[in-house]
Structure formats: structure tokens, C-alpha cells
């Protein structure tokens, strides 16, 4: 007669287990790492939102779209700058290195407030 201990995983099953939570890892481990996205809209002469704080450190994208015509998104400070074309969405990734504040504005004149269109990203 052969004796059994009251509980003793099988091999086979901790090699299931192993190989079920190696396969997750990859899918939370990209979860974790994916970047805020921040839907911001231009349309004649305004963004919005029009102040975007971010993280010191944080990786975002912004995810601009033109409600209307051509507009053009710029970040001077950071080098960063994009054509908006009317109803597509253009996708801007940002790294918030430094604490600060940054003037972004449209770059492409759309109109007679096309000078005052802009806005500021707050990095903190
Ligand atoms: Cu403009």
C-alpha cells in the first residue's frame, strides 16, 4: 500500500501555475507603464483645456485634435510642435523632465484671435 501525504502539489500543476503567472506578466507590466493620455481640443481661438498640469517625470501623450481648420501646436521650451489637421487625431508624446512652466500656442494662423491662442503646461 502506498502512503499520501495529505497535500502535495504535483509537479505538472506547479508548472501550471508558474506558466500561467509568466504569461500575465507581460500584460501588467505594460498596464503599469502606459502614459496618461490627455484629449485636448483646438478650435478657433482656443485649447482646452488650456492648462495641463503634469508630474515632474511624467510621461503623457496628448492626444490634439482641430475641431475646425488648420491649427498648429507648438512647445517651444520642450522643441516640440505639430500640424493640426481638422477632425484627425494627432498624438504628442511629452516627458515632464523639470518643474516648470511651459507656454504652448498655436502656431499656424487660423483667424483674428489667432494671437491670443495658447495655453501652459505646469509641471510640478
Ligand atoms: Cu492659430
Known amino acids: 500500500m502506498i502512503e499520501q501525504t495529505p497535500f502535495r502539489p504535483s509537479r505538472r500543476r506547479s508548472l501550471a501555475w508558474l506558466a500561467a503567472l509568466a504569461a500575465s506578466v507581460p500584460f501588467w507590466t505594460a498596464s ?19 492648462r495641463i498640469a503634469l508630474h515632474k517625470n511624467e510621461s503623457v501623450i496628448l492626444e490634439l485634435t482641430a475641431l475646425d481648420v488648420v491649427m498648429g501646436f507648438s512647445v517651444p521650451d520642450l522643441g516640440i510642435r505639430t500640424d493640426l489637421p481638422p477632425g484627425k487625431k494627432m498624438e504628442v508624446p511629452i516627458h515632464a523632465a523639470a518643474a516648470g512652466s511651459h507656454l504652448f500656442l498655436c ?3 487660423c483667424g483674428s484671435g489667432h494671437e491670443s491662442m495658447n495655453g501652459l503646461i505646469e509641471v510640478s
Open 107 to 109: 502656431d499656424i494662423f
Open 32 to 50: 503599469a507603464a502606459m502614459p496618461r493620455r490627455i484629449a485636448v481640443t483646438a478650435r478657433r481661438f482656443v485649447f482646452t483645456p488650456d
